[in-house]
């Protein structure tokens, strides 16, 4: 069984990526780094590359082709405390989810690494 399908499809990754950027918007530090007039856009970019990534479906690669994450985030400064303030929002979201244990430890140990590896600053 995939992650994807353990925590119910697509409504989690909707509602992660939700409660998610609630957090961000009132991140004094992250929320200047994000397009304020494409919120909508940004929420779905993050939806849709969690959900492929999971074990989803493939529609983040069709609409934006290869993810190049690293280099994605290169204009955005990234130093630790962006890197953590991001994971305590992520974190968070993540808690409050209703998905197996395991599953949100997994998820949880690949967002510590990713958010290491976008560390640009
Ligand atoms: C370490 C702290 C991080 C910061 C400060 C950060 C910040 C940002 C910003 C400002 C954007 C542009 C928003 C947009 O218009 O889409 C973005 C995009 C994105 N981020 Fe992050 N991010 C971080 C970590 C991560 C991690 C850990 C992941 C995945 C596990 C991730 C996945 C993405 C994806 C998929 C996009 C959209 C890429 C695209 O298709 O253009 N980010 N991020």
Do not use: C
Not at 18 to 47: C, I, N, S, T
Request: no cysteine.
């Amino acid at each position: 069984m995939t992650v994807y399908e353990q925590v119910g499809g697509e409504p989690f990754f909707v509602a992660l990526v939700d409660r998610f950027y609630q957090g961000v918007e009132e991140d004094p530090l992250l929320k200047p780094m994000y397009p304020e007039d494409d919120m909508e856009g940004a929420r779905r970019r993050l939806h849709l590359f969690l959900m492929q990534y999971w074990g989803g479906p493939g529609t983040y690669s069709e609409e934006r082709g290869h993810p190049r994450l690293r280099a994605r985030h290169m204009p955005f400064p990234i130093g630790q405390d962006a890197r953590d303030a991001w994971m305590k929002h992520m974190s968070r979201s993540l808690a409050e989810t209703e998905a197996p244990e395991e599953a949100k430890q997994i998820m949880l140990n690949y967002f510590e690494q990713v958010a290491t590896f976008m560390m640009n600053r």
